[in-house]
């Protein structure tokens, strides 16, 4: 069991590892390298010592990655500190872990007799910068990053374990397929679900009702201001109970009858017209169109035909 736990979290952080690279995830690729670089330590010393030394300063380390501030490249001269607190450790591993003298005894304060983990004074640690990781996390909405924590701590509270694994790098691969499932089928502007995840909505679908909900002021405003007021948009309809989604500048409502069509909609324009959007202290009223339709032809053809219909 601890041998096939250890093969999947080998597996799991050089996949971590490269998609992160692949994907510009500074932080889950230093986290993953610093996942990697811990089982070096157990080549020239005892299971035992290493897992000691890991679970002292495993969660020091990781700690200190998730808290320091990140950047958009891995290959920056701002991530010097990442890689001197890795090489730091990679030393204090060489002189400190083999050492007979660094030992469980010189670690344990005896105040725990419901758990027997690796090294107490590593428990301590690892539920201080637990507590701290948790107010970040509530910052953030990075809650990810608190679970692989406790993933990467997992096996250090038990003192009979022969293999070095982990459960962090399995959640940092299903963060990473996540985000490319986010960002493959959600506008990463407004958040809603985009033209692809319309196509496949639709996908299999013989009958539906489609509205196309048109502003005229996006069409005349800056890039800039544009997408400000289509984050504002799009946070009014996100709480309107309806399959909505975004292609280019208009928004597609998709429905499963006409008599729930017309509801939605008419409620949905009496929420718009009284409705004030508020853009460098000015306030205002979007001037707005709403088209719809019974499903007819293909998805394609019936956004032409709603936008030749507005225009």
Known sequence: MFEFCSILSIICEIFSLFSAFYFKNTKIFF?????????????????????????????????????????????DKKNI????????????????????????????????SFLKPM?????????????????????????????AFFGMYFQFLFENTFAFFEFASLIFVFHLLYKVYKNAFF??????????????FVKGKDYYIIALLHFKELERTKEAYAKLILKKIAKILRRFKARIFIVDYDFILIFKDKNEALNHLGFLESLLKNTEFELENEKFKMEFEIAWQENERNLEQNIASLRKRLS
């Open 31 to 75: 986290l993953s390298l610093c996942l990697i670089q811990a089982r070096f330590v157990y080549f020239y010393t005892s299971v035992f010592q290493a897992h000691l030394f890991n679970s002292l300063f495993l969660p020091l380390i990781f700690c200190f990655l998730v808290l320091r501030k990140d950047t958009l490249l891995i290959l």
């Open 81 to 112: 500190s990442a890689v001197l607190a890795l090489f730091f450790i990679i030393i204090l591993g060489v002189f400190l872990a083999p050492n007979t003298n660094f030992n469980s005894s010189l670690l344990d304060f005896h105040f725990l």
């Open 119 to 147: 090294s107490e004074l590593g428990l301590v640690f690892f539920i201080f910068m637990a507590l701290v990781l948790l107010i970040k996390s509530l910052k953030t909405k990075e809650f990810y990053l608190l679970f």
């Open 187 to 200: 506008d990463s502007l407004t958040l809603l679900p985009n033209a692809k995840n319309l196509s496949r």
